[in-house]
């Protein structure tokens, strides 16, 4: 399918607009990113510790379980909000005007973060207000980007930005392990400026937001049909007569007509009707759901986010080296992202790269929880045989190899398949709804962890253990459950939800292949005559009945 897909996609298509709007839209992923490691290692430094009152030596061990936590996911609450808004913007505003508010209140929230100086409210006030942004970028980003992507390379592009997220997180370790090399451990710039960082990242995105095109999509559901037919054709840098872009036209119109026709009437609880009374939509609901609820709680993103506390239970020592650690755990992360991107997501399919991540984030995990189970000592500084040293350093391994699971699994697809999988009249709230669930999730997680490790609690090992357990229910919702959508026009997927819910995930895609959008029907890449952007309306309605125009 990728290979069919990728051979009736003009070279044209492949242009320097579509990267320019896919680098735009694809950094919005570093927000996420950027907060992930910079808070992770922020908490771990000497000057942010004694500045917040976050020692256990002094606070207690519980009370500073939660006061870190309350910092750390702070900014997931804000995201919730984020999310949620982010549906009623999108949607109103347009991609690229919701992309510059939210680049503004992620500035705001970030100079409130900043200027705290050792005011606690102020930097939960701070991170809540810059996750109302960075929770947009979730919803926004995908969104754009799956609907300006040739279908071809929509995987691709998609992991553009959620590889972003972890050049974020890279830099984010980096830039906090330098200043902590750099900087006295008694000053609080110490932190600050590696928080800048945000700063930089929304100012580029917000200049780069002033020449990227708006979604031809967005434009023509809103009405605009002249203007979506001109930035189609800007962006794929052809003729609004080639087939291609017809064919793409095409397929926009009638799924716009199909879905104006089914909501005639229904108002402004349209669109929620939709997603929760048509079979199909729920089953797409309960896909976005399932994933986000699988990938958070398999410890891929809370080993992200408390990364230098899980190097110093299996045995690293020291804050630079703990920090150390964690920036090349960046690294590993990065490159899994990159490598996923360009040969694995479209190459191979979305299930298959995502089997490939949690079979070895499920084997990593294992391998950590019953190592911790034989040494327990290890996670209190106590002596270890020289065996248990070697065991320890596998560990170490495996933590990274995980990070390789998650880049590859999870981490790739809670954005892609949320954004595309949902028809363009609820895509917006589709995966608004689905991201609201992440954060919830991801603030569970987060919150969650710390006391998780409490030796009161369920200890490393425990947490170990439940983090591999989640990952192996999720091999088995994957195999049953979740269809193979590359290749297939985000049109054109109606067809395969269409199926009765019990063999969608394991024969959907091969029983609909080739089918689903309109385009297919009138002879796309078959070399049959182009046909007029209209002729949908002749290919559904035979009879002469009208539809909507768009």
């Known amino acids: 399918m990728y290979k069919a897909a990728l051979a009736e996609t003009p070279q044209e298509a492949f242009n320097w607009r579509l990267i320019y709007s896919v680098i735009c839209f694809g950094l919005m992923g570093a927000a996420r990113g950027l907060d992930e490691g910079l808070i992770s290692t922020t908490v771990a430094q000497e000057s942010f510790i004694q500045a917040y009152g976050l020692d256990p030596k002094v606070y207690g061990e519980d009370a500073t379980a939660q006061k870190q936590g309350n910092i750390t996911s702070m900014v997931q609450i804000g995201s919730v909000a984020g999310a949620l808004i982010a549906f009623i913007a999108c949607d109103k505003l347009g991609r690229i005007w919701a992309t510059r508010q939210l680049c503004l209140i992620w500035i705001i929230g970030t100079i409130v973060y900043i200027t705290a100086n050792g005011n606690y409210g102020q930097v939960l006030a701070g991170r809540f207000v810059m996750g109302i942004g960075i929770g947009q970028t979730t919803v926004v980003a995908p969104a754009y980007l799956v609907e300006i992507a040739p279908r071809s390379i929509r995987g691709m592009c998609m992991c553009i930005f959620s590889g972003s997220v972890y050049l974020g997180i890279m830099l984010g370790y980096f830039a906090s392990w330098g200043t902590s090399i750099h900087i006295s451990n008694k000053s609080q710039k110490q932190w600050v400026y590696a928080t800048i960082l945000h700063l930089l990242f929304a100012g580029i995105i917000l200049i780069l937001s002033i020449f990227v095109l708006e979604s031809p999509r967005w434009l023509a559901k809103v009405g605009r049909k002249e203007k979506a037919i001109a930035n189609m054709c800007k962006l794929r840098q052809l003729p609004a007569d080639h087939p291609y872009v017809q064919a793409e036209l095409i397929d926009i119109e009638d799924q716009i007509n199909r879905e104006r026709e089914a909501s005639m009437g229904s108002g402004f609880l349209g669109p929620l009707k939709e997603l929760f009374m048509i079979p199909a939509n729920r089953y ?124 590859l699994g999870w981490n790739s697809i809670q954005y892609l398949l949320g954004a ?131």
């Open 284 to 407: 797409r609901i309960f896909l976005g759901l399932m994933c986000q609820l699988l990938g958070q709680w398999s410890g891929g993103g809370s080993i992200t986010i408390y990364a230098p506390k899980f190097f110093a239970l299996l045995g690293t020592t020291g804050q630079s080296e703990k920090l150390f650690a964690t920036a090349i755990f960046g690294v590993v992360k990065f490159a899994s992202a990159i490598i996923c991107a360009f040969f694995l997501v479209d190459f191979l399919g979305r299930k298959r790269s995502l089997n490939i991540g949690i079979i070895l984030q499920a084997i990593t995990m294992t391998y950590v929880a019953i190592y911790l189970t034989a040494v327990p000592q290890v996670t209190t500084g106590g002596i270890q045989s020289t065996t248990a040293k070697h065991a320890a350093t596998g560990a170490i391994v495996a933590i990274y190899l995980s990070g390789v699971g998650w880049a």
């Open 420 to 550: 595309e999988i949902f028809p363009l009249r609820v895509r917006s709230l589709g995966t608004s709804i689905i991201m609201t669930f992440h954060f919830v999730n991801q603030y569970g997680s987060s919150k969650a962890v710390p006391l998780m490790l409490l030796q009161d609690s369920m200890k490393p090992q425990g947490a170990f253990w439940f983090f591999a357990a989640v990952t192996f229910m999720g091999l088995g919702f994957v195999w049953f459950f979740l269809p193979e959508t590359a290749g297939k026009s985000l049109e054109g997927m109606d067809e395969m939800f269409n199926l009765p819910w019990h063999i969608i995930g394991r024969k959907g895609a091969a029983l609909t292949e080739g089918q689903g959008s309109v385009s297919d029907a009138l002879g796309r890449g078959t070399g049959k005559e182009a046909v007029e952007f209209g002729d949908v309306e002749q290919a559904e309605h035979p009879h002469g009945d009208k539809r909507a125009d768009v």
